[in-house]
């Protein structure tokens, strides 16, 4: 996101649009467009050469009507509370479409995660459960890893979190390692679903799966498991990858003429995300620049890196062979060149549906807590496609009765969701 563009204002402005296409009452309006509830805390750290540090935290309960606020939450060094408060306008909304029932919540803290020794992240992550606890829990509100987190500290939040209820409660956090009430099948959970909604969308089109070729941005988890499942489920091609060389802070994209293969890829990049350019080409992978996976000739493209990547200045570098733009990674598409897209006809699937099967697989994690009971990496697949199926075939609904564009239509979708639950549970 640009720096110029502040994200909340951004989430403001999405949704003052729709309100007015949908003619949502005032009220309605005013609920909707702020926070619920907004907590922003101190957390003094003791430092391993014993100084004491003192951070800022946040969290944002965007809306809980569906269900408990759910989020993750971010470490990073430029954490705003308006970039907090957008990101859990975005949850609720990621949450009403996917139809899971959750509402939505982000938090952080102003932090460089990298600045930080193991012993004194773990004292952090304890800290902002120490000072946020009491709003939390599998019932209230329950964080997730995010920027700048991993599965271990959301284990250490979880922990510190059961100590001071004095009993173990895993379902108050989500994204924690497996074998401490992780869930299987959360790895592969986003590129999955992003691939079942390619499916679904192809469908509608009226188009064969087998065969089809893809076009990828990213390698890095979403992407990753996008090309193992589109190849493997669909029976497609994935033509190409993008991704970043930490060597040279540059992006590139490798081809491959019979299609690439990801385990390979896999093998042979580091920890970092970082292909062994070398290796891939001697396995007959061509190299070519970062932007070359956009102006491929395939049946459907793959953002799957980071946000603003489909620009009005490249929209028109999109082959007239494209029929669908998957939107794996949040917001790789500009206001400016979606209107493009619109006009185009190009079939978009936006992020907040597109990429949903991440959160779902969160809220499975949570029900799997709950119950005390584990499903194999099987069932849980079976049922994010379930899931993710039909939160597609909600929005293409709405979208062919009400004759929208995607984006519009999934939008339409989740504020009605919630809208209605706020009606039923009295509160308007
Ligand atoms: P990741 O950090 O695992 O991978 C990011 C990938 O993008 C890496 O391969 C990196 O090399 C590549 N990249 C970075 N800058 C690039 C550039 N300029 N050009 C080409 N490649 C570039 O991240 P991820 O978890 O796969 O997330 C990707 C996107 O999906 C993000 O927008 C994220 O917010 C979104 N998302 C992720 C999840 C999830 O479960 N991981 C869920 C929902 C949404």
Partial sequence: MSDQVNPFKLAQDQFDQVAEQMGLEQSVREMLRWPLREFRFQLPVR???????VFFGFRVQHNDARGPAKGGIRFAANETLDTVRALATWMTWKCAVADIPLGGGKGGVVVDPASLSTSEKERLCREWIDAIWKNLGPRN????????????????MMDEYSKLRGEYVPGVITGKPIGSGGSLGRTAATGFGVVVTVREALRHLGLNAAGRTASIQGFGNVAQYAARTFIEMLGGRVLCISCWDRNDRTAYTYTHENGVDPYFLQSITDQYGTVNQEQAKKAGYVIEDGDAWRSKDVDVLIPAAVEGVITRENVEQISPKVKILAEGANG???????????????????DFLCNAGGVTCSYFEQVQNDMNYYWTEEEVLQKLDLKMAGAFKGVLEKALEKKLYMRDAAYWVAIGRVEMAMRLRGWL
């Fill in 47 to 53: 430092m391993d050469d014993g100084s004491i540090r």
């Fill in 141 to 156: 509100d329950v964080p997730a890893p995010d920027v700048g987190t991993t599965p271990q500290m959301m284990g250490w």
């Fill in 332 to 350: 790789p598409t500009t206001l400016d060149a979606d209107r493009v897209l619109k006009q185009r006809g190009i079939f978009v699937i936006p």
